[in-house]
């Protein structure tokens, strides 16, 4: 049985959007699990009403995405599943999406099978697909370069080679639990956790691909901080963007992501430069 894990913390709009998208599976043998830690909006109670089905475990607002999944992840253990998919509550998916990212897993054991990202305000726009990451020089690249539309992807492959994961949509074989440990949610408490155990998982000999066939639609504009949309003045964007938990650029995530896989030093230089070269003329063209 497939376990899947979702850790929300209020936007019950979007988890109610995601849960009916995991109603109307054709493969039905799955259980799912939402931890809820701090929620003020009536998620837990309007997951009750609506979906009476799904597991609810109550986390605290301390918890950020990694120490919330763990939360799951333990249960989900413990209920002694086979298979667990990590999700997040502002994805929606098609009626086959977990039988496609099912069968590529029996087709490719020892896997950690990954998603299709595409934006769900533009079905042809593909926003993850694979990446190839260069530990010298801090650069990430998508393994399929030039990609067109979703369609052409489609059209010319079916599983893709990565040498990371995010968790948006990710099988993992709970053997991967057990061998290498949990998410990190001490360094990581919610960005590159994910990558992070799929990076350990590779050092396992645990292949990362994406099945191009299992897709998840990404409201992308709700991740992350949004440094185009913001009251803040420049000056505490940049503070957010940087030092925020919520923040993909947090300086010392990417401190500890370089520390724990590569050269730091000279590593986090580079990608430390890059992104502040980056963010710094975003924020001065707003």
């Not at 801090?138 to 489609?154: H, M, V, W």
């Not at 893709?160 to 990581?188: N, Y």
């Not at 998840?216 to 440094?227: D, E, K, P, R």
Request: proline share 3%.
């Amino acid at each position: 049985m497939i376990f899947i894990v979702i850790p929300v913390f209020n936007r019950w709009e979007y988890t109610q959007a995601c849960l009916s998208s995991l109603n109307s599976q054709s493969y039905t043998d799955y259980k799912v699990i939402v931890v809820d830690h701090g929620s003020t909006d009536g998620t837990s109670e309007n997951i009750n009403n609506i979906f009476p089905d799904v597991i609810i475990i109550t986390g605290d607002n301390t918890m950020w995405w990694t120490a919330a999944t763990n939360l799951g992840v333990r249960y989900a253990l413990d209920q002694g599943a086979s298979s667990i998919l990590t999700l997040n509550n502002d994805l929606v998916v098609g009626e086959d999406y977990l039988q496609s990212i099912l069968n590529a897993s029996f087709v490719y054991p020892n896997s950690i099978i990954g998603s299709v990202s595409v934006n769900i305000d533009n079905k042809e726009h593909v926003a993850f697909a694979g990446i190839r990451w260069n530990k010298l020089i801090a650069k990430y690249t998508p393994t399929i370069k030039n990609i067109k539309s979703f369609s052409d992807l489609q059209l010319d492959y079916n599983i893709i080679e990565t040498d990371l994961l995010p968790g948006r949509g990710t099988l993992f074989p709970s053997a991967v639990f057990e061998e290498i440990g949990f998410f990190d949610d001490h360094k990581f408490p919610h960005y590159m956790a994910d990558e992070d155990l799929s990076y350990r998982a590779k050092k396992k000999d645990y292949r990362l691909l994406v099945c191009v066939n299992a897709i998840v639609h990404s409201h992308l504009s709700a991740t992350g901080i949004n440094n185009t949309n913001s009251s803040l003045s420049k000056f505490s964007l940049l503070k957010q963007i940087f030092l925020s938990i919520k923040s993909p650029n947090n300086l010392f995530v990417r401190w500890n992501w370089a520390h724990n896989t590569t050269f730091p030093f000279l590593y986090f230089l580079i990608d430390s430069g890059r992104v502040l070269y980056s963010q710094i003329r975003k924020i001065l063209k707003t």
